[in-house]
């Protein structure tokens, strides 16, 4: 699959999202910058006792290198986002009505945490760098008819934990404490910038590597 999004201003190298999420899509388009589209074919299972953090890492490692292995000369983004409730049990995307039902009742008046991984690759000048940003998201005791109403409207499945915070998952809410929102829904923005200027992509003049 590859996609172009053409923008204002040009790249100094050639950037590619090694993703096929259309939410991390629409938060790289935000940076005007012109880039394509690859999705890589990689093992995204967890290793027995991986941490969540590790885990993301490891993954946007993993993406961006795959892809990076076929284009030397791109500058590669990948990202990979693992949480947990109250620090135990990966959840991932539900991927069904059922499981997305089960993870919102475990969320309920609890914490979920978000570790959301950016790994920025370029093989020909060996650049190759990671970082995970964390989030807390706190929910509201929820009854079992706020689920159903909230998951028949937004039908979130293809979000880790079930809620939306940019749409309507925000009435699920009570708080997220965290330093970049971009990365809750799937892309640090502000650590990417850096790692992009870093990696040679002149995202705006005067950004200081």
Known sequence: MSNSF??????????????????????????QLNFSV?????????????APRTLAERLALAKAAAVAARHPEAVVIGSDQAATV???DIVGKPGSHERAVAQLQAASGRAMEFHTAVAVVCAATGFREVVTVPTTVRFRSLSDELIESYLRAETP???????????LGAVLL????????????????????????????DVLPGIAP
Not at 12 to 19: E, G, H, T, V, Y
Not at 157 to 167: P, R
Not at 178 to 192: E, F
């Open 38 to 50: 690859i999705v890589p074919a990689i093992d995204e299972s967890p290793a027995v006792g991986e």
């Open 6 to 31: 053409p923008a204002p201003h040009q790249s100094s190298r050639d950037l590619i999202l090694a993703s096929g999420s259309r939410y991390r899509q629409e938060l790289l388009a935000r940076l």
């Open 174 to 201: 009570e708080a997220i404490d965290g330093p970049d929102p971009s990365a809750l829904i799937g892309l640090p923005l502000i650590a990417l910038c850096q790692m992009l200027v870093r990696a040679g992509i």
């Open 86 to 88: 109250d620090g135990r």
């Open 157 to 167: 499945y293809d979000c880790a934990g079930a809620a939306k915070c940019e749409g």
